[in-house]
């Protein structure tokens, strides 16, 4: 299934909306920077086309 970030075609909506976070201390994610992108899915035909994907 191919998927199309959202900041290639919305990219000042994207740029203003785009969240990130750090994580300090946790047992279940690495310490460090994340981001938060939105990506959809461009197949035709897909009805259920939103995923959020955890990029580090």
Do not use: Q, W
Request: hydrophobic letters at 45%.
């Amino acid at each position: 299934m191919p998927y199309a970030m959202f900041h290639e075609y919305l990219k000042e909506i994207a740029k203003r909306e785009t969240r990130s976070f750090t994580v300090f201390d946790n047992l279940k994610l690495a310490v460090g920077n994340y981001g938060l992108l939105e990506m959809y899915c461009d197949e035709t035909g897909t009805i259920n086309n939103f995923n959020l994907l955890l990029f580090a």
